[in-house]
C-alpha cells in the first residue's frame, strides 16, 4: 500500500496462493513425468487433466491482481483488475465513494461464511454496492484495507491559508 495526502494506491496479489498452487503443480508434472517414464496410459490422463485444471484456476483466479486508486488531484477512484487472460479498468468519480466495507457471504452449497471487501458509491442518488473481486483475502488484511482507505478518505487535503504577508518594521 502506498499512501500520501494527495493519493492511495492498494494491491492485492495473493503470493501465498500462487506459491502453494504452484507446488502442488510441481509435484503434478513429476507424477507425469514418472507416470510418462513408466508407461501408464492412465496415469498420464489423470496428471494432464489435473495439471489443466489447476493451471486453469491458477492462471484465472489466483493470478489476479486487483489494484484500486484513489486521487484527490484528479477526483477520481480507479479499480484495476489484472490476469492472464486480460485486463478489466473501472473509473468512480471520487466524490461518489462513500468507503470499504467488509462483507460476509455464505455460498449456496458452502456454507462456510466469505469476507468480501465491497465499494460503496453513490451514483444517480442511489447507493451501489460494488464487490472487489479478490481472491481468498485474509479477513485481517481486509480490515487493514478498508481502515486505511476510509481514514484516507475522511480526511481532507490540508490546505496551507494564504495571507498576505505585511512587511515589519526592525528596529536597529
Not at 466524490?95 to 456454507?111: K, M, P, Q
Amino acid at each position: 500500500m502506498q499512501q500520501s495526502e494527495r493519493a492511495i494506491e492498494m494491491t492485492d496479489m495473493p503470493i501465498d496462493w500462487i506459491v502453494g498452487l504452484g507446488g502442488i503443480l510441481a509435484i503434478l508434472a513429476i507424477a507425469l513425468l514418472r507416470a510418462i517414464a513408466e508407461g501408464a496410459l492412465n496415469g498420464i490422463l489423470i496428471a494432464l487433466i489435473l495439471i489443466a485444471a489447476l493451471g486453469w484456476i491458477t492462471a484465472n483466479e489466483a493470478l489476479r491482481r486487483v489494484t484500486l486508486r484513489a486521487d484527490r488531484a484528479a477526483g477520481t477512484l480507479q479499480i484495476d483488475v489484472t490476469t492472464p487472460l486480460g485486463r478489466q479498468v473501472n473509473d468512480y468519480p471520487l466524490a461518489g465513494v462513500s468507503g470499504l466495507e467488509i462483507e460476509t457471504r455464505h455460498h449456496r452449497r458452502n456454507s462456510m461464511p466469505q469476507p468480501v471487501l465491497t465499494l460503496l458509491l453513490h451514483q444517480d442518488g442511489a447507493p451501489v454496492r460494488q464487490q472487489l473481486p479478490l481472491f481468498q483475502p485474509y479477513p485481517v488484511d481486509l480490515l487493514y484495507a478498508s481502515q486505511c482507505f476510509n481514514t484516507w478518505l475522511a480526511e481532507r487535503a490540508h490546505e496551507v491559508p494564504h495571507t498576505s504577508s505585511m512587511p515589519q518594521e526592525t528596529l536597529l
